[in-house]
């Protein structure tokens, strides 16, 4: 007869007890542990029996192609299952904006453009299209064998609160009310629970449609000081729920299966070891029954700046786990990680209830995942990977997600000639910003997509000349005739800390060649970028018109959409854009607010 655990009738919480029953200390270690695919071989998975392993942002199988990954991940999970007690991996990544280390997945907007919804009609947003892109995400994932991504980052960015932050994009916004409506992208990836659902109870509707979600990054992320990635934020312990904890209120009702540490610190201490708040308030009060994972190497930064070696790693080990930690990103050092943790509770420094309670949570999103009775990959799934079906909800998303400056827009389609120009203009890569393809993403041809050169293209009469030069010499612009400019500047991809910069100019000399152009053709400008840059007053005096397209991904026929007035603009700004560096950090409500664009700016400010 099966074992409980292995009997798919039986109630999640008996099988959990049953399994746990059997595990020995080590083996329970082993699940606490989640390993880089490039360290997942047959003795971690099949011998010491690893719980979890993951792709780092950029590490990928073979050449990214979607049964590459099925391959990989289905390798490894036979390994799992021929250890002693069976006990399937749960494979994670990070698919932030659609799947975005698989070649030819949907790339979608990076969340900073999806907080523009905020105001499209009074007060409300669009959670639902929010809910849409997280279902093709979560479709595109499963299609890759995939259990688990490591989103929505739900950090609330306090008007990006500072866009010197590396991971202003990876935002929705800094408005709490804003970002908590946007966790419907949970919703979307791993399904409504049903009415009676328990509070705070992991849920998956479908093990062949929906992935385990992972809000991030748990807590005040988005809050440090001036915005220097993994920093101190800090604030009160009500303007910590009310601001940064908000949004996991929504989360954990949810039923997200998993939570994220943050890297930072609140009030100088480390998120990874706060037993108050990975503890006492996210399982205690706010009744989270999911589990905490780490953030990558969040237990050796615990000894930051020294690296943690030896008894240090003991050390960092020891408070993490005792602090409420559950799963560990490791993600290179398995083997001692694993003797480091037995010797630990051994020698009663971490109870064996801690342990339990650690691997409790982690079998339960295991059970409720389905994982035990379907561990492999969906063939049938494959194609649904970079679909049209998806491609045209991410054009819809790029379409919903741009602001503009005045009403030079829409562009006239029948018109001679154009001029199209700038560095962002025929880059899908730059269009796509961080953690595509590249963990800080990488400019060029890095995946199928449409470019915003392409797309006005399609979109404009075959009677018009498009004149395209990355970077327009006097001697183009001196031609003439041209009825109108676009001109695409921005910033080159960056993830985390890489992002962090106090010069917040627009890069490759964007404003000279603005100016340039716009001293003799009407000209639209569209920045590319992850936040606000720097617009010099003469540069928007100069100019017609100005469309924040923030990181709109593949799908530039949604930028091309509004340009031409085939769909209204309808974004307004999440986010506060600043007139100089030298005001930020800079926030609505502050006493001497002077933006150059105040948060909600937009077509709702500019109807007459
Ligand atoms: O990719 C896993 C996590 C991600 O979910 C977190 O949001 C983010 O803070 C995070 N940072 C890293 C470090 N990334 C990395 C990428 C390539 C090589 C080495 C490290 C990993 N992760």
Redesign the pocket.
Same mark, same amino acid.
């Given at each position: 007869a099966l074992p409980p655990y292995k009997d798919a009738s039986a109630p999640v919480e008996a099988r959990v007890r049953d399994l746990l029953a059997r595990m020995t200390l080590r083996e329970k270690a082993a699940q606490m542990a989640q390993i880089e695919r490039t360290v997942a071989s047959a003795r971690a998975l099949a011998e010491l029996g690893a719980g979890s392993v993951?792709n #780092? #942002? #950029?590490s990928a199988p073979g050449d990214r192609s979607p049964a590459c990954w099925t391959g990989m991940i289905d390798g490894m999970q036979r390994l799992a299952l021929s250890s002693r007690l069976g006990v399937p991996i749960l494979y994670g990544t *990070?698919a932030v904006h659609g799947h975005n280390n698989v070649y030819g997945a949907t790339v979608f907007p990076h969340n900073v453009g999806l907080g523009t919804w905020r105001r499209r009609s009074i007060g409300s947003m669009d959670p639902e299209l929010l809910r849409k892109i997280g279902e093709a995400t979560a479709l595109e994932v499963r299609a890759t064998g995939i259990h688990w991504t490591?989103a929505p980052c739900v950090a609330v960015t306090e008007v990006c609160r500072d866009p010197r932050w590396g991971r202003c994009y990876e935002s929705y916004s800094e408005d709490p009310e804003m970002v908590r409506s946007l966790t419907t992208s949970a919703t979307g990836l791993q399904g409504q629970p049903p009415a009676d659902h328990p509070h705070g109870y992991p849920f998956l509707a479908s093990v062949r449609e929906k992935v385990l979600a992972c809000a991030? &990054?748990f807590v005040g992320d988005g809050g440090t000081d001036s915005g220097i990635n993994e920093g101190n934020t800090i604030c009160s312990y009500n303007d910590l729920e009310n601001i940064h904890m908000a949004p996991y209120l929504d989360c954990i009702a949810q039923g997200v299966a998993t939570v /994220?540490a943050s &890297?930072s610190q609140w009030n100088g201490e480390r998120l990874h070891s706060c037993r108050y708040l990975l503890t006492d308030v996210l399982k205690g009060k706010l009744g989270f029954k999911g589990f905490v994972i780490s *953030? =990558?190497e969040g237990i050796d930064k615990l000894c930051a700046p020294r690296v943690a070696q030896g008894s240090d790693y003991w050390y960092c080990i020891k408070q993490s786990f005792n602090a409420g930690m559950d799963m560990i /990103?490791i993600p290179y050092r398995f083997e001692e990680f694993l003797e480091d943790l037995v010797f630990l509770v051994e020698a009663g420094e971490i109870p064996m209830s801690r342990i339990d309670d650690a691997v409790e949570r982690i079998l339960r999103v295991k059970f409720i995942s389905g994982v035990f009775e379907h561990p492999f990959s969906d063939p049938s799934l494959l194609d649904i990977v970079g679909c049209k079906e998806h491609q045209l909800l991410a054009h819809e998303a790029v379409r919903k997600s741009m602001n503009q400056k005045e009403p030079f827009l829409p562009l006239a389609t029948n018109v001679k000639r154009i001029l199209v120009t700038g560095t962002h203009a025929d880059d899908i890569g730059l269009q796509c910003g961080g953690w595509t393809i590249g =963990?800080n993403g990488e400019s060029g041809k890095i995946t199928p997509g449409t470019s915003i050169l392409e797309a006005i293209k399609e979109s404009v009469g075959v009677q018009t000349e498009v004149v395209y030069e990355a970077c327009a010499t006097e001697a183009t612009i001196a031609t003439g005739q041209f009825s109108y400019a676009v001109v695409v500047v921005g910033e080159v991809p960056y993830a985390?800390t890489v992002g962090d910069r106090t010069d917040l100019s627009i890069p490759f000399n964007g404003s000279d060649l603005i100016t340039h152009v716009a001293s003799t053709i009407p000209t639209l400008v569209i920045v590319v970028s992850g936040r606000s840059l720097d617009i010099e007053t003469q540069v928007l005096e100069t100019i017609d018109a100005l469309v924040a397209a923030w990181l709109p991904g593949t799908e530039g026929m949604g930028i091309a959409d509004c340009l031409f007035g085939h769909h209204d603009f309808v974004g307004t700004l999440p986010v506060t854009w600043h007139r100089s560096v030298d005001q930020l950090p800079l926030n609505a409500g502050d006493a001497n607010y002077d933006p150059l664009f105040p948060v909600g700016y937009g077509l709702k400010m500019f109807e007459k």
């Open positions: 993951l #780092g #942002g #950029g *990070d490591f991030k &990054h /994220m &890297h *953030d =990558w /990103m =963990w985390e």
